[in-house]
């Protein structure tokens, strides 16, 4: 593998002929990058419909600015990677979808030939580490891979190409995969991931089965399964089983530190760790869980705060709708419960629709109650609430006292004081936990636990596992968070304060035209209410539009 060329490549594409508007690359050589990368735009000289203007967000005149033809594109591709293996983080979809059919197209010969998908390849050596199903940008922030830069094919290529260094290399190597050939046939291999995503067992692992005889019944029962596919995945599952005991690999992924010349990061990986060394993992673990957690939360409060601010401007608003919404909905089901059971069943309606009014009311209340704790901190805030979790996270232990459910109550109830005094950014809380989590608890009057750490190595590992979930799993909510239209609303109002009045009054206006035609609506139903009975309709007299 040292000595081997080969390229890496990754595409933007856009419209459903699976038009390609970026091509990046980089040479490779092993492991590591070679050269400087390859980057082009290319300009069709087509219009782009509105609907595919997505990130990157390539626009006419971004291509007709900096984009060449595909053709002379592809000849400079050519020169830059010469006939070597083509490598891309979904090569099946590339290969048989996106740059074989172009060449096609334009009548070109085929650049290079095919080669391996970085992504099988990732999914075979780092398992079990869950990273949001292979998603190369969860995988960055989960193995704390450098950002390079905007949303752009480039910008995977980097980060693929960062992947393979720091990351898949020493695993690799660990393995005994040490050639370009063993690497190709490890991505051809029949392979399922160790962590069951599906079914009763869901969430659990293979290696559990070797305790959890429930599991391997299962697995056996798959491998007898009348069903090929069943049957060839259980019987690959308990040959797995039994080739790798009870020392399934444990990857470690410690702290990165930021150098003058680069990126530094170290991985560690232990086939038969001693408890000493479990138990660093596990520290290392909670330390990388506290910081995620703090961000994702920093971050979850500004957009909180936003939604405050909107429902505070647009309350009476939202009230008056979901008012209506209501009278017309028991409008009409009184009329039908009239016309089909009598007066007697049309009069519950009237029950239903008071009782629904008055908890629409209250739930109206309590939301205003709740948004009004969201609250921005301050930046020494942030710092001490961040410190503050860094600490108490070690309380984290997931499935720690499953054989004892009265312990179990305890650190559940306790992990929800500590969620929801960080969700609010509620210091007090925290800092009265932080100095004696054991006072806290007996003050709320639950069973006491044993918060020293743990001295079992299957209990540690579990534990591991368990962080390493969590860790990927708020590393995904962030950037779904951060993706959202509330979160790029938040930054766009923090440039322009302006920009906030002038959502809201997109949405009254929004809301008053529902509002007009619902009143419309409930006049009808009152009238035909009225007709049919001689009574007003549910007791809503005179309603109009505002």
């Known amino acids: 593998m040292r000595d081997m060329d080969w390229l890496l490549i990754e595409t933007r594409t ?11 690359a980089q040479e490779m050589r092993g492991w590591e990058r070679r050269g400087e990368p390859f980057r082009r735009l290319l300009n069709r000289e087509e219009e782009i419909p509105a609907e595919n203007l997505q990130p990157p967000g390539y626009t006419r005149e971004i291509l007709e600015r900096d984009g060449e033809s595909p053709k002379q594109v592809y000849a400079a591709l050519r020169d830059y990677a010469g006939d070597v293996p083509i490598v891309s983080y979904d090569l099946d979809h590339q290969w048989d979808n996106v740059l074989p059919p172009e ?37 960055r922030q989960y193995y704390r891979l450098p950002d390079r830069g905007d949303d ?29 050939e063993e690497i190709c046939n490890c991505t051809l291999q029949e392979w399922y991931p160790s962590r069951f995503a599906f079914g009763r067992f869901k969430g659990h692992t293979l290696f559990e089965a070797l305790e959890n005889q429930e599991i391997r019944k299962w697995l056996e029962s798959l491998a007898r399964s009348a069903n090929p596919g069943n049957a060839r995945m259980g019987a690959w599952y308990l040959k797995r089983l039994k080739e790798q005991g009870e020392n399934p690999p444990i990857v470690d992924v410690r702290i990165p530190t930021q150098e003058s010349d680069g990126f530094v990061c170290e991985v560690a990986i232990y086939r038969r760790p001693e408890i000493q060394e479990l138990q660093k993992l596990v520290a290392a673990a909670q330390e990388r869980l506290a910081e ?31 008012r209506l919404r209501l009278v017309v909905r028991y409008r009409k089901s009184f009329i039908e419960k009239l016309l089909r059971g009598g007066e007697e069943e049309a009069a519950q309606v009237r029950e239903q629709f008071q009782r629904a009014e008055a908890e629409t009311q209250q739930e109206y209340e309590s939301a205003a109650t709740e948004l009004a704790k969201k609250k921005e901190l301050t930046a020494a805030e942030e710092k001490e609430l961040k410190a503050l979790w860094k600490q108490l996270v070690k309380l984290y232990h997931p499935d720690r006292f499953n054989d004892d459910p009265e312990k179990r109550e305890t650190y559940q109830k306790l992990t929800q004081a500590i969620n929801q005094a960080k969700d609010k950014g509620d210091l007090d809380v925290l800092r009265e936990i932080a100095a004696d989590p054991d006072a806290f608890i007996r003050k709320q009057g639950w069973a006491t636990v044993e918060l020293a750490e743990e001295k079992e190595i299957k209990a540690l590992r579990r534990l591991l596992e368990m962080l390493q979930i969590k860790i990927a799993e708020v590393i995904e909510a962030t950037i779904r968070l951060t993706e959202s239209p509330d979160y790029e609303l938040y930054n766009l109002s923090q440039r322009d304060a302006s920009i906030l009045d002038a959502v809201s009054r997109k949405q009254q206006q929004d809301i008053a035209k529902e509002c007009a035609k619902l009143v419309a609506e409930a ?12 009574e007003p309709a549910l007791g809503m007299v005179g309603v109009a539009p505002a």
């Open 14 to 24: 856009v419209g459903k002929c699976v038009a390609i508007e970026e091509i990046a």
């Open 523 to 534: 006049e009808e139903r009152e009238k035909q209410i009225e007709e049919l009975t001689g």
């Open 292 to 322: 995620v957690e703090a961000a994702f939360s920093v971050e979850k409060r500004k957009v909180d705060a936003l939604r405050a601010k909107l429902f505070e401007k647009l309350r009476a608003d939202y009230e008056r709708r979901d």
């Open 152 to 180: 752009s094919a480039l910008r995977d290529v980097d980060t693929i190409a960062d992947l393979f260094l720091v990351v898949l290399k020493p695993k690799a190597e660990a393995l005994g995969l040490n050639t370009w």
């Open 103 to 139: 060449w096609r197209k334009l009548g070109i010969a085929p650049i290079g030939h095919r080669g391996f998908c970085a992504l099988h390849l990732v999914e075979r050596l780092l398992d079990p580490v869950p990273a949001g199903a292979g998603k190369l940008e969860i995988l």
